[in-house]
């Protein structure tokens, strides 16, 4: 079982950052494969950015060069910093273990994009 609590997400304007952190609570945290998804209201869940156990990276295309996805495995916990922030990032940001498929998600934490 893995238990997942997302935090750092909040109000910021455009063109500014955010630090999301993610706590996991398995102990074999670092075998597993991490991702941030997103959802905005009306949108369906969309992957934003993945790590695997060996750090490798995925992002999606709309935030490549802008968010950064890194893990660390002695504090069980995988970051997402989100820099140059948009409107269009507007939404709730779940943390994942396992992939999509998994039973594995956070509850979320809201990132709100406005001035």
């Known amino acids: 079982q893995v238990r997942l609590v997302e935090s750092g997400g909040g109000l910021v304007q455009p063109g500014g950052s955010l630090r999301l952190s993610c706590l996991a609570s398995a102990t074999i945290f670092r075998f597993y494969d991490m991702g941030w998804y997103r959802q905005a209201p009306g949108k369906q869940r969309e992957l934003v950015a993945a790590?695997?156990?060996?750090?490798?990276?995925n992002y999606a295309d709309s935030v490549k060069g802008r968010f950064t996805i890194s893990r660390d495995n002695d504090k069980n916990t995988v970051y997402l910093q989100m820099n140059s922030l948009k409107p269009e990032d507007a939404a709730v940001y779940y943390c994942?273990?396992?992939?999509?498929?998994?039973?594995?998600w956070g509850r979320g934490t809201q990132v709100i994009v406005s001035s």
């Open positions: 994942n273990a396992g992939g999509s498929s998994s039973d594995y």
């Open positions: 790590i695997t156990g060996r750090s490798i990276t």
